[in-house]
């Protein structure tokens, strides 16, 4: 028997997705996907949500989907309370991240200022990091069959437990500063449990990511007269030039977030299920026990869908995602709004292109906070499309259990 016990917690405005997997005889595998929230009035919250995540000290995994503060507040209180194995870093520039250091005001001896200034240092012990970029191009390749060299484990070697990471031969490059770093992209990389399925996807390639850079430093060298620093984030912010840098960053920032690392996961048994405290759905029937609205799925819905701040109507647009979407689609159940349900990443006309009629969609927020996080208009067009919309925030988590066979 495989049992996962997955958590939206209710953080405010952000995000904190934690899971374990555990089976009749093995120990459990727990992984996170973000830890953040925006307000400092929230900060509390989060803490006490990370603290009483897991009832062991170990995290085998831990996704970032993108840097901005409110996924990513709460990682350093996350590795300072679990030994974390293994990081899956979305790509990024430097001047990327200084830029947001500036934005959020973050100064030296700050919390997040390790993070910002490196964040594969910032991890750096016995953690391995792998920094996941997209394709360098948009062409789905159907015929590439995965054959990877196991380089990771999660459980001492023991590749009946723990979560297990493979990737492409010869795209491991461990030389950055001999820490343990790796970097692949979304199709060259492998996870999985002996009994559970990780799809990633990243679109953020090294030429966009060029791109970024560029754009920076044209921002920089014309309101400045004089190239980006090259030596480190302090040399930014030790300047007066902090609000106008801010400035380069919101006029780049379409650039910088249209991609985050979006993660699928889900049994490998063809018949597990989804429990909740009211009932139970098989995937051999169409409604769970007690009939409740909230517990009515399709067969087979019983993977989760995390997007951190996806542009999904730009997304949706690419080849690459389509053939990812398309293939995870039919089994998801429960399908995270992208940015907290903002009308500028999801449409109405790309949701009505996506078979959402048995899917739970899950949109987390912050009670009243200053973007006006969800649209309202959104909200009401799902409510037609989808089951139902489960609303995650400072007052309410959202907790379910799926459970099958472990062969």
């Known amino acids: 028997m495989i049992r996962a016990e997955c958590k939206f917690n209710g953080v405010g405005q952000g995000l904190f997705y934690s899971a374990s997997i555990s089976t009749s005889g093995g120990r459990k595998s727990n992984f996170v996907y973000d830890c953040g929230t925006n ?35 709460g990682v350093k209180h996350l590795s300072e309370t679990y030994h974390i194995k293994n990081v899956f870093l979305p790509a990024f520039t430097e001047e990327e991240l200084w830029l947001l250091c500036l934005k959020y005001d973050v100064k030296r001896g700050d919390e997040l200022y390790d993070f910002y200034s490196n964040p594969i240092d910032f991890f750096a012990g016995e953690c391995r990091v792998y920094v996941v970029e997209g394709e360098e191009d948009d062409t789905p390749n159907n015929e590439r069959e995965f054959q990877g060299d196991r380089i990771g484990y999660a459980n001492n070697n023991d590749i009946t437990d723990g979560i297990i990471i493979e ?50 430093r044209k921002e920089y060298r014309l309101k400045f007269g004089e190239d980006f620093p090259e030596n480190s984030i302090e040399s930014l912010i030790d300047t007066r030039r902090g609000k106008l840098c801010k400035d380069i960053y919101d006029k780049v920032e379409g650039k910088i977030n249209q991609s985050s690392l979006v993660l699928c996961h889900y049994p490998s048994d063809s018949d597990a299920f989804v429990s909740w405290d009211n009932g139970e759905y ?44 398309n293939k995870v689609l039919p089994q998801i159940g429960f399908f995270q709004m992208p940015h907290h349900g903002s009308s500028h990443n999801m449409s109405e006309n790309t949701i009505d292109s996506l078979p959402l009629n048995y899917t739970n969609m899950i949109c987390s927020y912050g009670i009243g906070n200053k973007y006006r996080h969800p649209d309202p208009y959104l909200l009401h067009q799902l409510e037609r499309l989808c089951n139902s919309i489960i609303h995650v925030n400072n007052n309410e988590d959202y907790f379910y259990t799926i459970k099958g066979n472990c062969r």
Do not use: P
């Open 39 to 73: 307000y400092e009035k929230d900060k509390s919250l989060l803490i006490g949500k990370i603290d009483s995540s897991f009832s062991d000290d170990t995290i085998d995994a831990l996704f970032i989907s993108h840097y901005h503060k409110d996924h990513i507040s």
């Open 167 to 216: 990737t492409m031969n010869g795209i491991i490059d461990t030389s950055k500063k001999g820490k343990d770093y790796v970097r692949c992209s979304s199709e060259s990389v492998k996870i999985y449990n002996r009994c559970w399925e990780f799809k990633i996807y990243q679109d953020q390639n090294k030429a966009q990511c060029h791109e970024i850079k560029e754009e920076i």
């Open 282 to 325: 098989c995937r051999r029937r169409y409604c769970c026990k007690c009939y409740c609205h909230k517990c009515v799925l399709a067969k087979g819905r019983v993977a989760t869908l995390l997007t951190g701040d996806i542009n999904l109507d730009k997304l949706s647009k690419k080849n690459r995602f389509t053939k990812y979407i």
